[in-house]
């Protein structure tokens, strides 16, 4: 049985761990005429949920404000406290000049596989699984990456840093198999177009079905991103476009996103956000934990889903290694999908989330942080539900 405690002591408890930064630096050495570095972070987080708590996925160590419980469900009144060092990750990189240009690698894994080798009542073991995987090929100002790496449709810039994996609506979270060429136009400014693996998405959480998906789907051709980016001293600029194609029960249908973040620095090392985001079919790329971006009608027909949202935020720079971050995002799934049943009464309707995060960079290696965010959703059939989750992580990168 877990105990609820105080989620302001279990801060305080853990901040003595943090008595001395100790300095490491990511191990680098030669293979013959190949530069490798290997490094990583272990990350301890704490995780207190009030008013509600989830157990998946990743036995709810993760939050993705689509997965916030149901008023009357089972999890929707609880509080719940655990702890994790899952997240933990390591990495491989290598670099190497060959005729054809810079070539450089990367592997990265974490412990976030949803695998578990027990429960957490002995050795809270949970399976290793790959994050990036890719080798990049750069000649003058072209580039050339195959692998699995992130989405070309996402902008990290654009992008506001989170406690955990996810962040609030309005967010594009997908990592997965590509081949991507990037022409630089010059330093920091640049466009991309990516052929990606194609899949249709989530069409159940756990024993609820969000979207009916027929019996078959097929995926035969790669979902393509076209991407532009751009950057000077003060903004970043990236609009997105992405084209899906859709088979199911043997008919086809073609979906589309488009998408746009912007940054703007201010003062002494501040930074506001803000993004836009719209699509038919956008599905999985719209956020972690949302649902497929087409199924099948009452008609019989294949039916693409109507989506948009819009997130900001502000990054503000307290001083030199203090960082106080605001942010807040939402998002809405059009009716219609409902109406023609593609989508059930469990899918998701609208979605809110805000978010407010301390980060502490005690030294170069080791930084402490402390965040609460809360969400709030409807699904199609009218239910509304909401929870508050807070959390405080010790994370040492070497």
Known sequence: MKHTTSFVGLSASLLPLLCAGFHAQALEFDVNDTQVTLGGYAKLTAIYDHDGTITAPFNGHLYSVYSTPIDGSPNADRS???????????????RS??????????????????IDADSPTWSNSNGFRIRHAYVKLQNGQHSLLTGQTWSNFMDLAGSLPSMDFSTDPGNSFVRQPQVRYQYDLRPGHYVAVSLENPTLG???????????????????????????????KRVTLSPRALIRRFELDGQSEMG?????????????????????M????????????FNAGAGISADHTTETVKYKSIMGGINLALSDNLLWSIGAGYSEQDEEGFEQGVLTGAANH??????????????????????????????????????????TYIKYSF
């Open 80 to 94: 719940d406290l655990q702890m994790t060092a899952r997240e933990s990750r390591v990495f491989l990189k290598t």
């Open 97 to 114: 000049d060959t005729h054809y240009g810079k070539l450089t690698s990367h592997i990265e894994g974490d412990f976030f596989a949803d």
């Open 202 to 232: 989530m069409c159940q959480a756990g024993p609820a079905t969000l979207v009916n998906c027929g019996n078959l789907s097929d995926d035969k051709l790669p979902d393509t991103v076209i991407k532009y980016f751009y950057a000077n």
């Open 256 to 276: 589309y996103g488009l998408a746009v973040n912007g940054t703007l620095k201010f003062g002494n090392g501040h930074k506001a956000v803000l993004g836009l």
């Open 278 to 289: 719209v699509g038919d079919g956008i599905g999985r790329y719209a956020g972690l934990g």
């Open 350 to 391: 609208e979605a809110f989330s805000w978010h407010s995060n301390l980060y502490w960079n005690i030294d170069s290696n080791l930084q402490y942080a402390l965040g609460v965010m809360s969400g709030e959703v409807e699904n199609m059939a009218g239910q509304k539900g909401d929870m508050t989750r807070f959390q």
